[in-house]
């Protein structure tokens, strides 16, 4: 079928363009427009803003973690009639199901789970295939993992260390590979509450700089599009913006992409020891363009902060509102769930708010900051209308700031800035650049040969009203959304990466998993014909 899309305004960073024109659509693909023949469907977009669908490259939407928060919090839940869940919880609020309409109705069409312990990839999997209308993808966790510390321990050579990630990566049909707080999950085994860059892991006599360089360099070794994704020690202390700081200049130039920044953008200054770092920290990244970075937004509401970074999460617990957590110190990283309450009248929380703005608008290139509130810990996804408010509007940020502690406003930047973001700029950080991050070069533009992944809104003097509701959102050239509401449901592909790698690893790794648990270690693997929909994979080149 050949459809149109006419008349509407085009935003589309990757080829240059801001104009009137039209989009032509056959099967799942942009086209050109075709000579001597007239399009079976016309959308009459005149007046609207068309762009290619939103990418998400870092939200909890699937894993043990997130079953875990639904359990903790069942009164946050919203139940439904029973439709035959393939999971538990498939019905409940924040559903899989549920997470995937929901993105859809704001112009989304591709989200990424940024970590998947690989002994819960199988788990993680089934529930990314109970989201409904995206691509998704996973980032597989390691860093704190036995086998690859006693490979930095016994001092192997590199190649090891690649082929190890790369089997990792291919049996958890993994897009790219997450590492948190690297060694500091481990070291908490030993009672350490505290783990900074330089420190050393008990036993295993290696520093967190130490394996950051090995994934580092397997992740480059492979040719994995997307950079090892770090979650850097220190999360959330005062003080914590230097940890920041050194882990930019331990990159050594090499590419690497911090996750949710925001949460080490804090100084030590003021009354309460705490206060902003965040225009130091932007200065960082504008200087090292190896770097790229999400920013995990903090918005003022309830949430539940979620994270493998059990050492933080333990430390968290005192926080917790509603008084109840969940620790779990198990294989590996472990976990932490910790429900928390951002109060606007807290001068904590109101640093932690303005450090975030102050990164998006500090940090110069739209192409190396990603629009995240690392959902749920800084804020559910849903809030993200009101955070494309706050920095494509100066009145709005004026007004938000008005209602802050001045006491707070006075430790940050953010009253001082006067940048607003443009729909191109908007466009950079939500379609394209998170496109090029991870390697899909089907999608993040509107140009023939493209996915037909593309958002219409409708231009309103509210801009979170805009964002909030699309007017039109296709899916692999078929429409799922018309005026914010879900109007078709398909099944979209999970993206992986399969990178090549010396065999000779898996028969360690099969020595290893009979020695320590007496099990096979491709019990751990996601083969597809487990997951309920047929060709459930899409392979993402490793470019050499």
């Known amino acids: 079928m050949l459809v149109l899309l006419k008349g509407g305004r085009i935003v589309d960073p990757v080829h240059q363009r ?6 032509w659509i056959e099967e799942s693909r942009i086209v050109a427009a075709p000579q001597g023949r007239q399009p079976d469907v016309t959308y009459d977009v005149s007046g609207k803003i068309v762009m290619a669908g939103a990418i998400d490259i870092h939200s909890h939407i699937a894993g043990g973690n997130v079953n875990t928060a639904r359990l903790l919090l069942p009164e946050l839940h919203r139940g439904h009639s029973p439709r035959s869940p393939a999971l538990p919880l498939a019905t409940g609020r924040w559903s899989t199901f549920e997470t995937g309409c929901t993105y859809a109705t704001m112009g989304f069409t591709t989200v990424v789970e940024p970590a998947v312990a690989p002994h819960q990839a199988l788990q993680g999997h089934l529930e990314l295939a109970d989201v409904p209308i995206l691509d998704k993808g996973a980032l597989t966790i390691l860093g704190n993992d036995d086998f690859l510390l006693g490979l930095l321990r016994d001092n192997e050579n590199q190649a090891a260390i690649t082929d190890y990630v790369a089997s990792t990566l ?16 481990t070291a908490f085994k030993y009672n350490a509450r505290s783990f900074g860059l330089d420190d050393v892991v008990p036993f295993y006599g290696v520093t967190s700089r130490r394996i950051i360089e090995a994934l580092q360099q397997a992740i480059m070794d492979l040719h994995v599009p997307h950079p090892l994704h770090l979650h850097c020690n220190n999360l959330g202390l005062p003080g914590n913006v230097e940890t920041a700081l050194a882990t930019i200049e331990a990159a050594r130039g090499k590419p690497l992409h911090f996750a949710h920044i925001q949460f080490y953008a804090y100084g030590s200054e003021g009354d309460l020891g705490f206060s902003s770092g965040a225009a130091e920290l932007a200065a960082a990244i504008n ?3 190896n770097v790229t970075v999400d920013v995990g937004q903090a918005m003022f509401g309830q949430t539940v902060t979620i994270s493998s970074d059990v050492l933080r999460q333990f430390n968290g617990v005192s926080t917790a509102k509603p008084r109840k957590s969940v620790i779990f110190d198990g294989d590996a990283n472990g976990g932490g769930i910790v429900p928390y309450l951002y ?15 102050e990164l998006f608008l500090l940090v110069d290139d739209p192409w190396r900051v990603f629009f995240t509130t690392d959902h749920p810990n800084g804020a559910p996804f849903t809030t993200y209308p009101n955070l494309f408010a706050l920095i494509m509007s100066r009145q709005a940020r004026a007004e938000a700031v008005a209602r802050q502690p001045q006491d707070a406003v006075a430790l940050t930047t953010l009253s001082s800035i006067d940048r607003e973001y443009t729909l191109n700029e908007i466009a950079i950080m939500t379609r394209a650049s998170p496109a090029k991050l991870l390697g899909l070069t089907d999608r993040g533009h509107l140009a023939p040969g493209g996915l037909a992944d593309i958002a219409v809104y409708t231009p309103d003097a509210d801009i979170a009203k805009m964002f909030r509701a699309a007017h039109l ?12 509401r879900v109007t078709h449901y398909r099944w979209g592909k999970t993206l992986k990466v399969k990178p090549g790698y ?3 690893i898996d028969r360690r790794l099969t020595g290893y998993y009979e020695q320590h648990y007496g099990l096979s270690h491709n019990m751990f693997a996601v083969p597809d014909h487990v997951l309920p929909h047929a060709e459930p994979f899409q392979e993402v080149a490793c470019s050499r």
């Open 170 to 185: 291919a049996a958890t049909n993994g897009l790219g590979l997450k590492v948190i707080n690297p060694g500091g999950a």
């Open 473 to 484: 959102v296709f899916k692999d050239g078929e429409v799922v959304v018309r005026d914010g």
């Open 18 to 23: 801001d104009e009137v024109g039209d989009i």
């Open 287 to 289: 200087a090292h363009p």
């Open 343 to 357: 109060r606007e009248t807290d001068v904590v929380n109101a640093i932690q708010w303005a450090c975030g703005l």
């Open 502 to 504: 010396d065999p000779a």
